[in-house]
C-alpha cells in the first residue's frame, strides 16, 4: 500500500515543517521578483553575482549558438564536447591540481565519488553536519559509517584510535558548512588523517571561489597543500553555473571515469553550463575585488545582526544563520521578513537537527550597503515584534 500523501503532508504541516516552493520571476540576484513583489534576496549561494552576471550569461549564449544545447550522450559516449575538456583543465587550474572530473550537479558528485572510493570493507568517519548528499554517499557506499561530533577532532582521533589497523578509511567533512558557517578544522583532521593513513575528503561547495586569497576554496584558505586531501565541489554556487566536480590527481580522475556510476551513467552536463563555468571561473580568479566586497558585507552584515542581539552561529563565511529554535517561530519570522520585503528562508528540520531552526541569511558581493541596511531595519522591527531577547547589551 503507498501511503496517504495527504495525510502526511497535514503531519507536516501541523509541526511546521511542511515546505514549499515559491516561484521566482526574476534571475538569481539581490533583488527578486515573487508574486510581482520585489524582494532583496538573503537566499542564494550565489555569493559573487556570477549566476547571472553578463560575461557568464555570454559565454553560455555563445555556447548554445556553437555546440546546441543538449550534449546528446553520456561523457563516455559522444557527450564530452570541448567546453566540457575546457572546464576541467580550468577547475584543475583554480583548484591547483593535478586534474578535474565534472559530473552533472554537486550532489551526483558525491554519490559518484565515495562508493568509487570505498567498499563495504572500508571506514567512513564523517562530520556530523555533513550535507544531505555525502551521507547519501556513505550509505551507498556500503562501508561502516561512523559520525564525529561536529569540528570535533579530538572525537574523530578517538574513532581512528579505535579503528582495526589497515582498514581502508575515509575522513569526509565540509570546508564551509552549509547550514552553520562555519569552517572544519582542516589542518587539525588533515593531521590526523596522516597519522592514522586515512584519506580526507573535503566537500568545499561553499568554499570554492569563496574562501582564500584566490578563491581556489578552503584549502588555500588554511595554507593546506591541495595534493594532500581530495576536494569535490559545486558549479551551482559561487561558480553561478551548474554541476560538480572532484579535484584530486590524473590517476583518481581516471579511475573515476572508470568506476564511478554517477559519471558513467547520465547524459553529459549541457556545453553551455560548462562555457559559463568556465567564464566564472575566469571572472573569480580576475577580480578577487569580488571577494574582497563579499567580506566587507559579511562582517557589516553580521556586525549589525550581532548588534541588534541576535544569535548567530559561530560562522567564518557568508553564510549568516540566526537560531531561533523551533520551527514554528522560524516559519513565522520568516513570513514577517518576507512581509518587509525581505527574503530569507526559514531552514527547519531534518536539514538541521532538532531545536536548531534557524533563519539563514547568505551574503553576496553584489548587496549594496543600503540592501543591507534595508534588511537590517526589517530585522530590527520583527526583533521588537517576536520580543527576542537580546543577547549582548547593544542593539
Ligand atoms: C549544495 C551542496 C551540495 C550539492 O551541490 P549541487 O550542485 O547543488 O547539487 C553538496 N554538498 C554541499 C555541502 C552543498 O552545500
Redesign the pocket.
Known sequence: MLRNFEQEIKNLETRHLRRQIRIMESPSDTIITIEGRRFISMAS?NYLGLANHPGVKQAAIKAIERWGVGAGAARLMSGTMTPHHQLERDLAQLKQVEAALTFG??????LGLIPALIDRNGLILADRY??A??IEACRLAKATLRVFHHNDAGHLEKLLKKREKARPTLVVT?G???MDGDLAPLPDLLALCRQHEATLVI?D??GTGVMGKNGQGTVEHFGLNPRDVLQ?G????AIGA???YIAGTAALKDYLINTAKAFIYTTAQPPAIAAAASAAIRIIQDEPARRERLRANQNALHSALTDLGLQLTDTQSPILPIIVKSPERAVEMSQALYEAGVYVPAIRPPTVPKDSSRLRLTVSSEHTQEQLETVVTAFRKIREAFSMKPTSASG
Open positions: 549561494n550537479t554537486g550532489y551526483t558528485t558525491n555533513c550535507h548528499s555525502l565540509e564551509v558548512f552549509s566537500d561547495a561553499h569535490m559545486t558549479l551551482s554556487k551548474g554541476g560538480g
